[in-house]
């Protein structure tokens, strides 16, 4: 026996495993046990990833941030302004009508939200709780809907507008997109995954199908309908090609194609440019952040069941 060995007090039975109990341990979700090097490895890949998504928008506010004589192309770059200033963002508002644009963009935008929220609960509600002829067929032609893309169709969709003599108007814009079909199917699988009996017991006690929609399925699925929100307030305001086509009056432009004059012709100020990339992104980003704690919820909401 060595010196150490001799020298060193007995354990009691069981003593050293209620030590490794006290040992610290960072698990998953499955209370498997996370190696240091995976845990190292997870975070690196998670400031990649950031880096990758966040840092682009924060090169275009740094840039809107800077005046005239500051360098933006220095080596290596700064982050940082040295001087701030929003004189860039004023230069925008007095090259282009930006406010009128985003006016009309948050038109669009705004209704796009209600007419999906209300569409697409009321249509996800017939495909989920009804019972009808025809039902998976109708499924199925929501489905393949979201399979055909947009340019197949936008040629249909300008005939159709004009035929209707909506052409260069803020209605043409929106009525396409008015019930989106991935919005349908993701509020049919959240009133799927709502519990039968709860609407039996309603139902027992004499509520018709719209009470039943109204006080009892919608209520539960507000997280879903907060995704829907996002998706069509984000689809409107982003989209490009479609406004691009149906308007043809400057003062009807959108945001985003009031942007595309601003990129076309002062291509080279990327100050100006940077200005007016922040001013369309900051809507979204708002909205985001006062409707995340939905939105989360909302996901596992319509993603259990298909």
């Avoid at 610290?24 to 998670?46: C, F, K, N």
């Avoid at 809907?145 to 169709?153: R, Y």
Wanted: proline share 6%; charged share 20%; hydrophobic share 50%.
């Amino acid at each position: 026996m060595s010196l150490a060995e001799r020298t060193r007090p007995a354990q009691k039975p069981g003593e050293g495993d209620r030590a490794r109990e006290r040992e610290p341990r960072i698990t998953d979700e499955h209370g498997r046990r996370i190696r240091g090097w995976e845990l190292v490895l997870r975070y690196l890949l998670l400031i990649g990833v950031l880096a990758l998504t966040i840092g682009p928008f924060l090169w275009q506010l740094s840039t809107s941030l800077k005046g005239p004589t500051e360098d933006i192309f220095s080596s290596p770059p700064k982050f940082l302004p040295a001087d701030p200033t929003l004189h860039n963002y004023e230069r925008v508002a007095d090259t282009i009508p930006v406010w009128d644009y985003a006016l009309n963009s948050l038109k669009v935008a705004a209704a796009n939200v209600v007419t999906n929220c209300v569409g697409a609960a009321l249509a996800g509600y017939a495909l989920a709780r009804l019972r009808y002829r025809g039902r998976r067929v109708a499924t199925l032609v929501f489905i393949l809907a979201m399979l055909v893309p947009v340019e197949g169709i936008i040629i249909a969709q300008f005939t159709t507008m004009r035929e209707l003599g909506l052409n260069n108007t803020l209605v043409g814009v929106l009525l396409p997109g008015c019930v989106s079909a991935l919005n349908v199917l993701l509020m049919r699988n959240a009133f799927l995954n709502l519990p039968y009996e709860i609407e039996e017991a309603a139902f027992v006690d004499g509520a018709n199908v719209w009470q039943r929609f109204y006080r009892i399925a919608l209520p539960a699925v507000k997280g879903t309908l907060a995704v829907v929100a996002i998706f069509a307030f984000m689809g409107a305001w982003d989209d490009f090609l479609w406004p691009l086509i149906v308007l043809s009056d400057p003062s009807r432009f959108t945001l985003t194609i009031g942007l595309n004059y601003l990129h076309g012709t002062f291509a080279n100020d990327e100050r100006l440019v940077a200005a007016g990339t922040i001013i369309a992104v900051a809507p979204l980003i708002v909205l985001f952040a006062c409707l995340q704690r939905y939105f989360f919820r909302g996901v596992g909401e319509g993603a259990v069941k298909g």
